[in-house]
Structure formats: structure tokens, C-alpha cells
């Protein structure tokens, strides 16, 4: 079946192109599929008779749907449209073909502030969609819009050349057909006229295609792309905030990198002097904000006649339905009969605006009216109402209307928040030594070791390579620590009876705020722990513990290092380089401020109870030690956050992560919830981005799935990076990445992994106990906690990424071979003159180098990227990789296949290794070649290249510099004529030296 929305015409349009007149057309929003008419020149009067067609699936599902009929003024400048006026036809209206009749509705408001009049006819019905082919799987083409016809087909292919005051003749109906897609989005910007291409796979007949050249263009829902061209940054054009500069009494704008959105803000504040009601003689007040259909309600408190609730609601302009806000204050026991103390009402045309730097809006005391808003009644509701926009500070804790189907404590996830992660120190302990180390089998030496243990951290010293009762290990242990430290450090003594059997020696508990924090590389003093004997307690029968007297000691020496940055993510992505003590940070050379705009053709990432794909999108921002969170937006594929947040830069090396997620907390029970599901990823390196430029880019969110590599949306930002001092930049650049003690005493590569693992489990739990929590699946994500995994497309991606780097040293070799070779004699002339002037002048080698990089570096500048960095498939090397290396990229750590797919894997495994093994020793062989030279491996080969040296330093010598040179690139450009084709003496003499591949098994 098909929904059929015939628009006959408008009468009485507002005028708005500025000539007292209107270009319309007229756009219809169905279950996510979008359509629009022609546009009728300059009338307020306009008729069109046209036909859009809509795929309705289940024609029970109707009267739970609706469709949204908008008319828009149709402009060449920016914006590109002006709304006229809109209706909403609930789908209980629609009727069958043959019942239809001319509907004429007015025209209603998108807002408050919409100028609008006007009338619109309509004709909707139901018709059999006969002859249609099924949806396509995914959108073929783009920017374009099928029609079908059949009379009128010539009328269709012609209208592109039809004059504008002709053009609102056309009266007969045209039928346009939308494919069916899961989102919408109208690009605002012109398009020029390219050229149609028949699609013959949509349908078995003739369809003819009107290019996009009086349409505006349209995106539908993204499905799977099979073109890399959608894999690809956009440019985008929002509409953002101004900046204010160069004026000295209006304050830059904090909120210049969003689109503003406007919001109808309530603050209920509280009540006093209520009257009880007539059965239990008290009162259980609770207020009910109502906005045509949506509802709002503060909590309730039990007897109690002066509440207080202090609730801040908000009602987005799209959300607004009505002219007149009513604010209820009812009784829970009045709850049944849906009945009510008192309401105050407010006509939305006189509610004042305020956006900050602003003072918030004072709340004032209102009398309540009776039911029929004759009189009034006992009781006074103190409230607030102002329209602001997301700027205002009430955003972040106010009810949304955008998320009003969310009760209980799943309001709380929905909200926008801030986060700061915890501030983490490494804790070394050296240990030293121990004395008197008694073991619990007397006239045995131990085989003693140490084993400390910090929260869910434990690490062991190697046992002590003598039996003694005094051991020495003089080994650093190294752990993650976070502030406050609730954590305390438990050092033991243990006795290696069997390889699976340790005795306990002794054991002592220290608070982490006992020790030094250390900020340099100086050493701390060390300090004698008495251990407790295991086994002794308090006296039986008695009042006191009895006094413990140590038989034995331990050496520690133990601080808390403040020099080092804790990494707890990858350092190819750090986002922050500070040490952990604040003493040592240097001043912010920069500010970095990101718009998070919206996203768009989101892909359905969960199934609701009647079926029906959902997706409640929120994202996160990860820089520095600062994350942030956006309000979660319910089942919208499109959703708009437009919120801005700011970080300050230390390094301008540094990496910001954006992760778009599926928020599956939303439930009130809070039982066997889910994990939030992911959607995409997007890095940008600030150190690609010019200063004080913005950026607005739409990146798009592809992530690798077991079914392959899949894009699930775009997400669209605005990115500033401010510099405040050009000097410290440049003064950045010369210095490491990391603090310096990772270069004075820097860890292990196994500490390295280990450390970051550790540091990223306790973020993840510290976040995951704030309100709203960050989960822990959102940081391990956001952290890349499974980058060291093993990937068979990670290897092959870093194989040719080596390769693409080795190419340009190929290619300059086999072009300097081709020179040699004559291959080209004009280049081998043009060689030779540049050779014999660059002998002739020596002075001007260096300068020659310099300025020629200087000069591929100036012409390169045309070519420089004009957009951040984003995900490649094709260098990720995702879309050519096999089923099966999917899989095992996807599978479990320990593996869960079966023996046979792990036999094969590894046989598969051990041919990569194989082939990196042979790189690796031809390599290992090259350079033991080079060291035997003078070794005396080989005595004679050592005995000539020792006299050649000689008798080259005594050839040197005596023979101009020129000379040597000269002969030397003769040489090397002689003719062909002139060449062998054997390998060179100093090449052979160099592959019979000896290696120590010779001493390999």
C-alpha cells in the first residue's frame, strides 16, 4: 500500500521574500520519508495539484503515525528557505481512494515567533501500490528524486524549461514517488545542473529522473556504502553563533562554534499556603507543567503545605504545540481523578527572553486560578518562565521535553554532563633488603621473595638467588595510584616451599599517604617496616592485644612519582603530556573550543517491543583530563545537540576523541541492563589544525564489525583551536613529548603495558561511579583499551604503510639507475652539467639541498590539506580483508573457536612470522656484515679492507678533492657501453663477509 498526499494549493501565504509576494512549495514528512513539490514564482495564492506518494508497510500502524505538511518560501540567498506555516494530520484522518475529499486546514506555527496565515488544501488517501518494485537495500543515487508518470511524463521532463509565470499554470497532477529510508536531512545549499542517469535496476519500465536544478538537495538515511567516496569528509555550512570582534561593549560570543536553539524554560520553584484536601486533611502536592501534548512533573512530597522543588523544564522551539503554557499543582491523591488544586496559565507571546552573560530570570509568586480560570483559589506557586537557548546555565539540569518518555532514574543518563578524570600517580617501591627473615620450619634457609599489593594490584620480586637469612633484592616495584588514596600498600614476605606452595614470613600495612612525593629524579630516603609475625593476636581472656614483637624487617624505599605523566591511553593518541604534579605544568599555549553539532543517516542500533528500530544517540569528548558528555537524544537518527565545550592546550601534539554512542540505560528498574552500544570514533590531531580558523566538517563513523566495515552515520562538528602565545608554541616544538623523567629513568616496555592497563581500569571505575556514570564500556572504548590485540589487517596495514614509505626512497634510486643507464640521455647530460658545476663550486652542495627542499616545500603549499584527518578504510586496510581474519579479530582473548580454526590460524600465523623473520635476519645479516669488516672474522678479508684503507687515506691525500670526485662520478654515470653485467667487486667483496647467521641452530 502507499499513502497518497495530493496538494491542491494555499491561499492568503505570508509574504516573504521582501517584494510583498512568496515563491512556495510545499514538503511532506511521512514515517521518515521526505517529499516536496515544485515551487509556484512569486504568488501568495498557489496552486499546484500534485501527487507525493509514500511506502506505507502496515496500514494498521496509520493511526499511530502522522504527517507533517510544511510550506516554505524558497530563497537564492542564505538561508535558503522561509517557513510559511505547517499542519499536522494525525493518521486516524486518512481515508481509502474513492473517500477523499479537499481538506483545508490553517496554517499553524512552527514557534512562537513564526509569522504565519494562511490555509492549505489537502487530499489524502490510501491507494494499492500496484506494479511498484520492493525498497532497494541502499540508495543507488544521490541528489535525486524518482518520478513516475504516465501522461504527464512530458510534462515532467519539460518543467526545467517552463518560465516562471507560466510555471503556476501547470495544473495536472504529477505523482513523485519517495524511496523509503530510515532519516532525513535537507542540504540547504544549490546544486548545478549535471547531466541524468537512468536507474533500470529501480524498476522494470522507463523511469524518468529530474535532476536536482530547482530542488534543493536531499540525503536520505545512510545504508552501507559501496562507494569510498562515502567514507569521505564533507564540508559543511551550519549556521553558527556570531563573533563578536573589534567590539569594545559586546563580549565574545561562548557559544560562536553552535547553531543556537531556543528553549521555553519553567523553573518551579516552590509552593506555600496550600489548602488540604477533603479526605485525609493534608496535602501530597506535586506540579505538572503541561505544553500541548507534553507533560512534565516534579517530584511529590507527602503533607507538606510550603514545598520546595526547585525543577527547571525545558521545551525545545520544535517541541513547542501551543500558545499557552499551563502550569497544574495537584494533589497525588487527586492523581485517579484527574483533577487539580489550582493552575497558573501563560500566554507564551508575553514571556520574556534572557540569554547569559544575563542574570538568571527572578522568580515571582502567582496566585492559582480555579478550574474555569474565573477566580482564584488558596495557594501561591512561585515560578519562572523565560525563553533562552542552550547557553543558558539551567540547560544542563533541566527536564527536556526531548526525553519525556524517560522515567525513574533513567532521567539522570540522559543529561549532559562534565567529567574529570581521576588524578593518577605512579607509586615505585624499591625494595632494598630484609633482615632476620625467620621461616616457619626452623633449621631451613628460605627461598624468600617480596610481593606487594595495591587495590587489585599485585607484583612479586624475583626469589633472592642466595638462602640467607638476611636476602637482598634491590628490585623496583611500580604501581598506579589514584587521588584520594583509599588504597593502602600491603608488603609480605614469602617463602618459596614448592613451585606451587608459598609460606607466609610476615606482612605490614602502609597508608600511600605516608610516603614522599617525589618531583625529579633525586632519590628519597629510605626507610626500616617492622613486619608482623603471621599468626599472633590478642591474649585470650584478656582486654589488651598483646605486644608484637618483630622478628623480622624489610628495606623499602618508596615515593610517589610526581614527574611523570600516567598514561592511560595509547601514546599515539595522547591527548595530554603534563606531569602528574602541578608544580611542574608550564602555561596553556592554546584553547581548544568544539561545537558538537549533530549527526546524521545514523544507522538503528536496537529493536523496541513493536519492532521498530530506535536509536537514543549521545556523544562523548575525551581531551586531556577532562571528558564531556551530551544530553541523550531519544529515537532520533538525526540528532541535534548543538552543545560547545572548551579545553585548554599544553601541546599542541596532541589528539581530542569523539565517540558517538547508543545510550541502553533508559529503564527505570535498573535491572540486567545493557551495555551502551557503540556507533563510531573520530580523532582529530591538533597539531593538523591552523590557528584560528574554525572547521566544520561532517566525519563520518565507520567501524569495523564482524560483517565487515560498515559506516553508521556521520557526525558534524565545529573545531577552533585559539592560539594566546605563537612563541610557546614554537617553543613546544623543541622539546620532548613526554616529561623528562621518562627519558632519565624511563620504564620497560612490559611496565609500560602494564601500567596503562591498570590506569585505564581504575578511570573506567571512578567514571563509572559519578551521576550519571560513564560506563565502562564508553571508556574503554574511548581509551582504545584492545589496540595491543593482534590483528591480521593491522599487520598487513602497517606492512604497506611501510612500504608506501620506502617507495620514495625506491623510486629516487631506480630514477638515479636509470640516469646511471642511460635511459634517457638528456637527463644523464642535464645530470652531468649539474654534477660538474656543483664539483666546480663544493661551496654550493649544502645550499643547493636546502634550496631545493625550500622550493618542493613552497610548491606544496597548494597542495596542502584543507580539512583534519579522519578514519581511512583503505589505508586500515578494511575493505578488501577476508572473512576469516574478521573473525579472528572479533574473537574472544583466550581464543573460543574450535581446534581445527585455531590449527589453521596458526599454521597461518607462522607463514606471516615466517616471511617478517627472513626481512629481519637479511637485515641483522647487512649489519653483522658491516661490523666483521674490521672484526677479523675473516682475516684476509679484514687484511685487505684494512691496506685499501690505507692506500685510499694516501690517495686522499695527495689527490685533490675535485679529482676523487670527479673520477668517482665518471664512474658511477659512465655509459652502458662501459658496464658489466656481474655485480661490482666492492658488492661481492661485501656478501662474502661472514655473519653471524653461521652460529644460528
Request: charged share 25%.
Amino acid at each position: 500500500m502507499k499513502l497518497v498526499v495530493e496538494v491542491v494549493e494555499a491561499h492568503d501565504l505570508m509574504p516573504r521574500d521582501g517584494e510583498g509576494s512568496a515563491s512556495a512549495y510545499v514538503e511532506v514528512d511521512f514515517g521518515n520519508q521526505l517529499a516536496r513539490t515544485r515551487t509556484i514564482r512569486k504568488d501568495l495564492h498557489p496552486v499546484w495539484n500534485q501527487k507525493l506518494s509514500f511506502h506505507l508497510a502496515d496500514v494498521d500502524s496509520l493511526s499511530t503515525q502522522s504527517v507533517d505538511v510544511s510550506i516554505y518560501n524558497e530563497r537564492k540567498s542564505f538561508p535558503g528557505r522561509n517557513f510559511l506555516g505547517r499542519v499536522r494530520i494525525h493518521g486516524s484522518n486518512v481515508v481509502k481512494q474513492g473517500e477523499e475529499i479537499i481538506q483545508r486546514l490553517p496554517l499553524e506555527k512552527k514557534w512562537f515567533f513564526s509569522p504565519v496565515k494562511g490555509e492549505i488544501a489537502l487530499k489524502l488517501y490510501i491507494s494499492p501500490e500496484l506494479n511498484s518494485p520492493p525498497p532497494p537495500t541502499a540508495p543507488t543515487t544521490e541528489n535525486k528524486l524518482i518520478v513516475s508518470a504516465s501522461a504527464e511524463t512530458s510534462a515532467v521532463e519539460t518543467e526545467q524549461s517552463v518560465p516562471e509565470e507560466e510555471e503556476a499554470q501547470i495544473k495536472e497532477p504529477i505523482e513523485v514517488e519517495v524511496v523509503e529510508t530510515t532519516t532525513k536531512c535537507i542540504n540547504k545549499q544549490q546544486v548545478s545542473p549535471q547531466p541524468a542517469k537512468p536507474i533500470q535496476e529501480l524498476s522494470p519500465v522507463n523511469v524518468p529522473v529530474v535532476p536536482m536544478m530547482s530542488y534543493p538537495q536531499v540525503h536520505y538515511g545512510q545504508a552501507q556504502p559501496s562507494k569510498a567516496e562515502d567514507y569521505k569528509l564533507k564540508d559543511t555550512k551550519p549556521h553558527l553563533g556570531e563573533r563578536w570582534l573589534g567590539v569594545s561593549d559586546k563580549p565574545t560570543s561562548t557559544y560562536d562554534l553552535v547553531e543556537e536553539m531556543y528553549h521555553l524554560y519553567v523553573r518551579v520553584v516552590k509552593a506555600k499556603d496550600l489548602p488540604p484536601n477533603a479526605i485525609s486533611g493534608s496535602c501530597d502536592p506535586y506540579v505538572e507543567v503541561k505544553l500541548g501534548n507534553y507533560k512534565g512533573t516534579t517530584r511529590h512530597f507527602e503533607k507538606r503545605t510550603n514545598p520546595e522543588w526547585n525543577q527547571v523544564f525545558a521545551f525545545s522551539k520544535d517541541r513547542i504545540q501551543s500558545t499557552i503554557l499551563e502550569v497544574f499543582l495537584k494533589d497525588k491523591e487527586m492523581m485517579m481523578r484527574d483533577d487539580y488544586v489550582g493552575k497558573v496559565v501563560f500566554d507564551l507571546n508575553e514571556v520574556p527572553t534572557r540569554v547569559p552573560p544575563d542574570s538568571p530570570l527572578a522568580p515571582q509568586w502567582y496566585r492559582l486560578e480555579d478550574r474555569r480560570g474565573e477566580g482564584k483559589v488558596r495557594g501561591e506557586l512561585m515560578l519562572a518562565v523565560w525563553v533562552g537557548t542552550q547557553a543558558d546555565e539551567a540547560f544542563p539540569e533541566a527536564w527536556h521535553a526531548d526525553a519525556a518518555t524517560v522515567q525513574g532514574e533513567g532521567v539522570y543518563s540522559v543529561r549532559s554532563k562534565v567529567y574529570v578524570s581521576p588524578k593518577l600517580w605512579y607509586l615505585r617501591v624499591n625494595v632494598i633488603e630484609a633482615q632476620d627473615v625467620q621461616p616457619n620450619e626452623k633449621g631451613r634457609y628460605p627461598e624468600v621473595f617480596v610481593k606487594a599489593q595495591v587495590g587489585n594490584q599485585v607484583l612479586k620480586t624475583k626469589p633472592c638467588p642466595t638462602r640467607t637469612l638476611n636476602p637482598a633484592w634491590n628490585e623496583d616495584l611500580v604501581f598506579v595510584a589514584a587521588e584520594p588514596f583509599d588504597e593502602q600498600l600491603v608488603v609480605t614476605i614469602e617463602d618459596r616451599i614448592q613451585p606451587t606452595k608459598d609460606d607466609l614470613l610476615g606482612r605490614t600495612v602502609l597508608p600511600l599517604t605516608l610516603f614522599e612525593k617525589r618531583l625529579d629524579h633525586r632519590p628519597v630516603h629510605s626507610r626500616w617496616f617492622n613486619l608482623e609475625r603471621f599468626g599472633f593476636g590478642p591474649l585470650e581472656g584478656g582486654n589488651h592485644r598483646k605486644e608484637l614483637k618483630f622478628s623480622t624487617r624489610v628495606h623499602l624505599r618508596v615515593c610517589l612519582e610526581g614527574a611523570y605523566h600516567v598514561m592511560d591511553e595509547s601514546t599515539m593518541y595522547i591527548s595530554d603530556t603534563r606531569p602528574t604534579a602541578r608544580q611542574l605544568w608550564k602555561q596553556p599555549i592554546g584553547v581548544l573550543e568544539v561545537g558538537i553539532l549533530s549527526a546524521n543517516g545514523l544507522m538503528p542500533m536496537k529493536t523496541t517491543k513493536d519492532g521498530k528500530g530506535t536509536t537514543d544517540s549521545y556523544c562523548v569528548a575525551k581531551y586531556g583530563q577532562k571528558w564531556v558528555r551530551t544530553r541523550t537524544i531519544m529515537d532520533n537518527f538525526s540528532p541535534k545537540w548543538n552543545e560547545q565545550y572548551t579545553w585548554e592546550v599544553y601541546d599542541p601534539c596532541t589528539v581530542i576523541t569523539l565517540g558517538v554512542f547508543d545510550n541502553c540505560h533508559l529503564r527505570s528498574d535498573g535491572s540486567n541492563q545493557p551495555k551502551d552500544l557503540r556507533v563510531g570514533k573520530v580523532r582529530i590531531r591538533l597539531s593538523t589544525l591552523e590557528m584560528d580558523k574554525v572547521y566544520t566538517h561532517s566525519y563520518p563513523l565507520v567501524v569495523l564489525q564482524p560483517s565487515g566495515v560498515k559506516k553508521m552515520g556521520e557526525l558534524q562538528l565545529a573545531v577552533r583551536l585559539t592560539c594566546l602565545s605563537l612563541a610557546n608554541v614554537v617553543y613546544v616544538y623543541g622539546h620532548p613529548l613526554l616529561p623528562k623523567m621518562h627519558y632519565i629513568h624511563p620504564f620497560t616496555v612490559t611496565q609500560v603495558d602494564h601500567l596503562r592497563y591498570q590506569a585505564m581500569s581504575i578511570v573506567a571505575a571512578r567514571l563509572g561511579r559519578a551521576e550519571p556514570p560513564l560506563r565502562k564500556e564508553v571508556v574503554e572504548y574511548m581509551l582504545d583499551v584492545d589496540s595491543h590485540m593482534w590483528s591480521m589487517r593491522r599487520s598487513k596495514a602497517n606492512f604497506f604503510r611501510i612500504m608506501s614509505l620506502l617507495s620514495g626512497a625506491v623510486g629516487m634510486l631506480r630514477w638515479f639507475d636509470e640516469v646511471s643507464r642511460w635511459k634517457n640521455p638528456v637527463t644523464t647530460v642535464l645530470v652531468h652539467v649539474l654534477f660538474l658545476i656543483l664539483l666546480c663550486y663544493p661551496e654550493l652542495i649544502l645550499p643547493t639541498v636546502f634550496l631545493y627542499m625550500f622550493m618542493i616545500g613552497v610548491w606544496n603549499y597548494r597542495f596542502r590539506p584543507r580539512h583534519p584527518v579522519h578514519m581511512d578504510v583503505k589505508l586500515s586496510w578494511a575493505e578488501a580483508i577476508h572473512p576469516d581474519e574478521l573473525d579472528e579479530e572479533f574473537d574472544s582473548f583466550p581464543t573460543s573457536r574450535s581446534h581445527d580454526l585455531v590449527r589453521l590460524r596458526y599454521d597461518r600465523l607462522r607463514s606471516v612470522a615466517g616471511r617478517i623473520q627472513t626481512v629481519v635476519g637479511d637485515m641483522a645479516t647487512q649489519g653483522e656484515r658491516l661490523q666483521s669488516l674490521l672484526s677479523w672474522r675473516d682475516p684476509r678479508a679484514t687484511c685487505i679492507f684494512v691496506l685499501f684503507c690505507l692506500v685510499a687515506a694516501v690517495v686522499l691525500y695527495v689527490t685533490p678533492f675535485r679529482v676523487v670526485a670527479l673520477v668517482v662520478g665518471i664512474y658511477v654515470l659512465r655509459h652502458p657501453r662501459f658496464r658489466s653485467k656481474l655485480p661490482s667487486v666492492p658488492s661481492n667483496f661485501f656478501k662474502r663477509l661472514p655473519s653471524k647467521v653461521d652460529s644460528m641452530l
